[in-house]
């Protein structure tokens, strides 16, 4: 007996993972000579083959006769032998009937292994008959710690998590395909190459070929059926494998009985590999196009079959209708495959015009914003030739398009052009853009004239996107913002959002940012993201939004990080450009970076040339302002900033816009010390103050910033304004003003502290790096001639000088001027001349010069 369990346990190991036949073989292994009988059922590859091997080695080494075939006719029972008859379901009824009549001897053991198809009744009498005692053993798709078993035992050591989930998606735990893959990948020395998206080993796709090829014509084409796209309805299944609706629901069962196809109706993956292999192309474009006529004609979903057809030059009225149909469908689903379908339908025969709008449409949710542009005015240019929804469609696409290049009024042209035609009227959509330009009348009067539609989902966001838009300048500033939010969320699980000539989180950011909002800025913009919200063509916009955000609360790594994924992406179109340039001015003008500041400039140009003003470029505009004061280039600027003051003449100077706009023009005239003009927006800052949280603060700030240039620094004051600036979104501009005014603080106290307000407001700001651009601007720094330092000089100093002194070295290099180092690491310009002073004398330095060799040497590893 101890034989016996040796070899039980040697042969157990063959079973890992299919606990169900090792439960089994353990029963039987415990009493070998006990009569029994039983049944195992399951797909073909679930292992009742294995199973039935390893019983025999097992009753064998017992000393049990096996006999794998059924006994002949007037073949006497015989004692000590087992029956282990596999694929029981092939047998006939004459054959079934013998394998009874020895089954019901006392001292029979049989084990009778079947696939769960065809059921014929003679079976099922056996089955019942031996389910008497106890149920079939039921034989299934491994897990994937079943999988992981397998491959243990197969590849001799503990596969990867990354191997078990691949092997376990491409097989669905088939036991025999699981077996066959990890073979394969083994010999094939691929476990680490093949990867999610890989091919699986040829010898194994090529094997299963043959195996498809060996299935009965109609589970040969069910598996290709499906594996195109064929839905489980017995209508289509049925027209498709021209057989009777009835009859579908038993080829189903046939080939589910093979193993390769899932109970539920699924081909396994790996099956469908070796169907694109084993199937020549021209009967798998058949039964593609097959099933989209069939599909057409049923009024069912064409889609899958028709994205299956897309390259392959199939063409004819049927197959056009076919793409038309599922280019529909992909569209309403808001999907980027529909602007291919539509192309499709084209080359296929289908008539342009027709489906300019649509296509228009598609190619907008597509990101292709040219071929939206291109394809929306060839349905403008001949409103007569096609219907009011696509003229309609078009006008929206259009407008869309134009907002995302700065074209507001081309836009409002536009929706006015769809308003005074017969098949159109107003639409809500157009107010934010006539908002934008300044119309404000007009926005209302749409906005009355457009209501009464059907309440869906789209329509309430428009709706709440039209609202909130015009309560910024005409209403309660929450209510707007709580609305802008609303209508952000009502378009999270629509695709509709790239219609919108602006995305209500972008308008619910930029409101909070004027606001002073930062946190639900934030919030908005992170759900739009992780959303998706407005598809591939806003994704940039609210990366860079997200950016803006982060450079106001002082996280400029963070921004400089988002800037650059935004940018990464391709060209961007003229509104996120300007935005961009604005965000790139604004960082290097923080971070004291003249050259990135000259770099940023040279873009801004371009981009603000490109960009008329509208409302919402009020942001980027006035970082602009503020860079080109720093550049003596307010000249460039003027115009812009005219046209915007204009604007907001027009709107009746909504502070929730204009706060922001005059507080750029306050930190633009402090820079090139335009006193006149600077007194000017204090007053109308003033004016603003009792208005919101956000103009209070900044109304404060510019009050004592102007008091502190003049000489008269009230330290506790100018703190509570600083502090008053962080807690409004401005913690940079918090932290500049407490350190202007230490600057011209007579009282040393007070000086001090304003200098730790600045240091705890720009707590999070990253400090200068020790590569940062040496580049000079013209007088910034005299030209200095290279000195010879001798290297153990250098290298005994570099141990005498502080951080501090460290970092006061760094920007001296890089040519700031010692007021500039002091606004830099909030001290005073006289407390960066000390330092200058004590480095030259500690460093030996007989000149200039030799300081800066000396410098060099230590910041900049001799360079």
Same mark, same amino acid.
């Given at each position: 007996?101890?034989?016996?369990?040796?070899?039980?346990?040697?042969?157990?190991?063959?079973?890992?993972?299919?606990?169900?036949?090792?439960?089994?073989?353990?029963?039987?292994?415990?009493?070998?000579?006990?009569?029994?009988?039983?049944?195992?059922?399951?797909?073909?590859?679930?292992?009742?083959?294995?199973?039935?091997?390893?019983?025999?080695?097992?009753?064998?080494?017992?000393?049990?006769?096996?006999?794998?075939?059924?006994?002949?006719?007037?073949?006497?029972?015989?004692?000590?032998?087992?029956?282990?008859?596999?694929?029981?379901?092939?047998?006939?009824?004459?054959?079934?009937?013998?394998?009874?009549?020895?089954?019901?001897?006392?001292?029979?053991?049989?084990?009778?292994?079947?696939?769960?198809?065809?059921?014929?009744?003679?079976?099922?009498?056996?089955?019942?008959?031996?389910?008497?005692?106890?149920?079939?053993?039921?034989?299934?798709?491994?897990?994937?710690?079943?999988?992981?078993?397998?491959?243990?035992?197969?590849?001799?050591?503990?596969?990867?998590?990354?191997?078990?989930?691949?092997?376990?998606?491409?097989?669905?735990?088939?036991?025999?395909?699981?077996?066959?893959?990890?073979?394969?990948?083994?010999?094939?020395?691929?476990?680490?190459?093949?990867?999610?998206?890989?091919?699986?080993?040829?010898?194994?796709?090529?094997?299963?070929?043959?195996?498809?090829?060996?299935?009965?014509?109609?589970?040969?084409?069910?598996?290709?059926?499906?594996?195109?796209?064929?839905?489980?309805?017995?209508?289509?299944?049925?027209?498709?494998?021209?057989?009777?609706?009835?009859?579908?629901?038993?080829?189903?069962?046939?080939?589910?009985?093979?193993?390769?196809?899932?109970?539920?109706?699924?081909?396994?993956?790996?099956?469908?590999?070796?169907?694109?292999?084993?199937?020549?192309?021209?009967?798998?474009?058949?039964?593609?196009?097959?099933?989209?006529?069939?599909?057409?004609?049923?009024?069912?979903?064409?889609?899958?079959?028709?994205?299956?057809?897309?390259?392959?030059?199939?063409?004819?009225?049927?197959?056009?209708?076919?793409?038309?149909?599922?280019?529909?469908?992909?569209?309403?689903?808001?999907?980027?495959?529909?602007?291919?379908?539509?192309?499709?339908?084209?080359?296929?025969?289908?008539?342009?015009?027709?489906?300019?709008?649509?296509?228009?449409?598609?190619?907008?949710?597509?990101?292709?914003?040219?071929?939206?542009?291109?394809?929306?005015?060839?349905?403008?240019?001949?409103?007569?030739?096609?219907?009011?929804?696509?003229?309609?469609?078009?006008?929206?696409?259009?407008?869309?398009?134009?907002?995302?290049?700065?074209?507001?009024?081309?836009?409002?042209?536009?929706?006015?052009?769809?308003?005074?035609?017969?098949?159109?009227?107003?639409?809500?959509?157009?107010?934010?853009?006539?908002?934008?330009?300044?119309?404000?009348?007009?926005?209302?009067?749409?906005?009355?004239?457009?209501?009464?539609?059907?309440?869906?989902?789209?329509?309430?966001?428009?709706?709440?996107?039209?609202?909130?838009?015009?309560?910024?300048?005409?209403?309660?500033?929450?209510?707007?913002?709580?609305?802008?939010?609303?209508?952000?969320?009502?378009?999270?699980?629509?695709?509709?959002?790239?219609?919108?000539?602006?995305?209500?989180?972008? #308008?619910? $950011? *930029? =409101? @909070?940012? /004027?606001? +002073?909002?930062?946190?639900? !800025?934030?919030?908005? &913009?992170?759900? %739009?993201?992780?959303?998706?919200?407005?598809?591939?063509?806003?994704?940039?916009?609210?990366?860079? #939004?997200? $950016? *803006? =955000? @982060?450079? /106001?609360? +002082?996280?400029?790594?963070? !921004?400089?990080?988002? &800037?650059?994924? %935004?940018?990464?992406?391709?060209?961007?179109?003229?509104?996120?450009?300007?935005?961009?340039?604005? #965000?790139?001015?604004?960082? @290097?003008?923080?971070? +004291?970076?003249?050259?990135?500041?000259?770099?940023?400039?040279?873009? %801004?140009?371009?981009?603000?040339?490109?960009?008329?003003?509208?409302?919402?470029?009020?942001?980027? #505009?006035?970082?602009?302002?503020?860079?080109?004061?720093?550049?003596?280039?307010?000249?460039?600027?003027?115009?812009?900033?005219?046209?915007?003051?204009?604007?907001?003449?027009?709107?009746?100077?909504?502070?929730?816009?204009?706060?922001?706009?005059?507080?750029?023009?306050?930190?633009?005239?402090?820079?090139?010390?335009?006193?006149?003009?600077?007194?000017?927006?204090?007053?109308?800052?003033?004016?603003?103050?009792?208005?919101?949280?956000?103009?209070?603060?900044?109304?404060?700030?510019?009050?004592?910033?102007?008091?502190?240039?003049?000489?008269?620094?009230?330290?506790?004051?100018?703190?509570?304004?600083?502090?008053?600036?962080?807690?409004?979104?401005?913690?940079?501009?918090?932290?500049?003003?407490?350190?202007?005014?230490?600057?011209?603080?007579?009282?040393?106290?007070?000086?001090?502290?304003?200098?730790?307000?600045?240091?705890?407001?720009?707590?999070?700001?990253?400090?200068?790096?020790?590569?940062?651009?040496?580049?000079?601007?013209?007088?910034?720094?005299?030209?200095?001639?290279?000195?010879?330092?001798?290297?153990?000089?250098?290298?005994?100093?570099?141990?005498?000088?502080?951080?501090?002194?460290?970092?006061?070295?760094?920007?001296?290099?890089?040519?700031?001027?010692?007021?500039?180092?002091?606004?830099?690491?909030?001290?005073?310009?006289?407390?960066?001349?000390?330092?200058?002073?004590?480095?030259?004398?500690?460093?030996?330095?007989?000149?200039?010069?030799?300081?800066?060799?000396?410098?060099?040497?230590?910041?900049?590893?001799?360079?």
């Amino acid at each position: 007996m101890a034989a016996v369990k040796s070899e039980s346990a040697a042969s157990d190991s063959a079973l890992a993972g299919a606990p169900a036949a090792r439960r089994l073989y353990r029963e039987i292994a415990s009493a070998p000579t006990t009569p029994r009988h039983t049944v195992v059922v399951g797909p073909g590859g679930s292992g009742k083959s294995v199973l039935l091997g390893v019983l025999g080695e097992l009753y064998g080494a017992a000393g049990v006769s096996v006999r794998h075939e059924a006994p002949g006719p007037d073949e006497p029972f015989e004692p000590n032998v087992v029956l282990l008859l596999d694929d029981a379901h092939e047998l006939d009824e004459v054959a079934l009937q013998r394998v009874r009549a020895w089954a019901a001897q006392p001292e029979s053991q049989v084990v009778l292994a079947h696939r769960p198809w065809p059921r014929g009744g003679p079976l099922a009498s056996i089955v019942v008959a031996f389910g008497a005692g106890r149920g079939p053993v039921v034989l299934g798709p491994f897990d994937r710690p079943g999988v992981a078993a397998r491959a243990n035992l197969l590849l001799g050591e503990r596969p990867t998590a990354e191997l078990v989930d691949l092997v376990f998606e491409q097989t669905g735990g088939s036991p025999d395909l699981v077996d066959r893959l990890l073979v394969g990948l083994r010999d094939e020395r691929a476990l680490d190459r093949l990867g999610s998206a890989g091919e699986p080993p040829a010898a194994v796709v090529r094997q299963l070929g043959y195996e498809i090829d060996a299935q009965p014509v109609g589970v040969r084409e069910l598996l290709l059926g499906r594996t195109v796209g064929a839905p489980l309805d017995p209508e289509v299944l049925g027209a498709l494998l021209d057989v009777a609706p009835g009859a579908v629901g038993e080829v189903l069962d046939q080939a589910a009985a093979t193993g390769l196809m899932t109970p539920d109706g699924e081909v396994v993956p790996l099956v469908r590999h070796a169907l694109q292999r084993a199937v020549p192309a021209a009967h798998r474009l058949m039964v593609r196009r097959r099933l989209a006529e069939i599909q057409l004609d049923a009024g069912g979903s064409v889609l899958v079959a028709a994205r299956g057809l897309i390259g392959s030059g199939a063409t004819g009225t049927r197959v056009a209708a076919a793409f038309e149909r599922a280019g529909d469908e992909a569209l309403r689903e808001c999907l980027p495959v529909a602007a291919d379908l539509y192309d499709a339908a084209v080359e296929a025969g289908a008539s342009p015009l027709p489906l300019s709008a649509r296509r228009a449409e598609a190619a907008l949710f597509a990101g292709d914003l040219d071929a939206a542009l291109r394809r929306a005015d060839q349905v403008l240019a001949e409103p007569a030739a096609v219907d009011g929804d696509a003229a309609r469609r078009a006008v929206a696409v259009a407008a869309a398009v134009l907002a995302h290049r700065g074209m507001l009024s081309r836009g409002a042209e536009l929706y006015r052009w769809l308003a005074a035609q017969p098949f159109g009227g107003p639409t809500l959509l157009a107010v934010p853009t006539l908002v934008g330009i300044g119309a404000l009348d007009e926005a209302g009067e749409v906005m009355h004239a457009a209501s009464g539609r059907a309440p869906t989902v789209l329509a309430g966001a428009e709706a709440l996107l039209a609202q909130g838009i015009h309560d910024t300048v005409a209403g309660p500033r929450t209510a707007a913002l709580s609305q802008l939010t609303r209508a952000s969320v009502l378009l999270e699980s629509s695709g509709r959002a790239a219609l919108l000539p602006e995305t209500p989180c972008a #308008l619910a $950011a *930029l =409101v @909070a940012i /004027h606001c +002073g909002e930062l946190d639900v !800025a934030q919030s908005v &913009l992170g759900q %739009a993201v992780a959303a998706e919200l407005g598809g591939p063509i806003f994704a940039a916009r609210h990366l860079l #939004l997200q $950016a *803006l =955000v @982060a450079m /106001h609360r +002082g996280s400029s790594a963070h !921004a400089r990080a988002l &800037l650059q994924s %935004a940018s990464g992406a391709g060209r961007l179109e003229p509104r996120d450009e300007l935005l961009a340039a604005a #965000l790139e001015v604004g960082l @290097a003008r923080r971070a +004291g970076d003249l050259a990135g500041l000259l770099a940023g400039w040279r873009r %801004a140009r371009e981009a603000i040339v490109r960009h008329p003003v509208d409302l919402y470029s009020l942001q980027p #505009l006035g970082e602009l302002v503020v860079g080109a004061a720093r550049l003596n280039e307010q000249g460039w600027v003027q115009p812009y900033l005219d046209e915007a003051e204009a604007l907001l003449d027009r709107l009746g100077n909504p502070p929730l816009w204009a706060v922001a706009l005059h507080w750029s023009g306050l930190q633009a005239a402090i820079g090139s010390d335009a006193g006149t003009v600077a007194q000017r927006h204090v007053a109308a800052l003033d004016d603003m103050a009792p208005t919101s949280r956000y103009a209070t603060a900044v109304a404060a700030a510019g009050r004592e910033w102007l008091r502190s240039l003049a000489g008269d620094v009230d330290a506790d004051a100018v703190e509570a304004a600083a502090r008053g600036l962080h807690s409004a979104g401005l913690s940079w501009e918090g932290g500049r003003l407490a350190s202007q005014a230490a600057i011209r603080c007579r009282d040393r106290k007070s000086m001090n502290a304003l200098l730790g307000c600045a240091r705890a407001l720009q707590a999070g700001a990253e400090p200068v790096s020790s590569s940062a651009p040496t580049d000079v601007a013209p007088g910034r720094a005299q030209p200095v001639r290279r000195v010879k330092v001798p290297e153990q000089a250098t290298e005994s100093a570099a141990g005498s000088i502080s951080g501090r002194e460290r970092e006061v070295a760094e920007l001296v290099l890089s040519g700031l001027t010692y007021k500039q180092i002091g606004e830099q690491l909030f001290i005073s310009a006289k407390t960066v001349e000390n330092h200058v002073a004590r480095m030259r004398q500690r460093l030996g330095s007989g000149s200039r010069g030799e300081l800066f060799a000396h410098l060099r040497m230590l910041v900049g590893g001799g360079k």
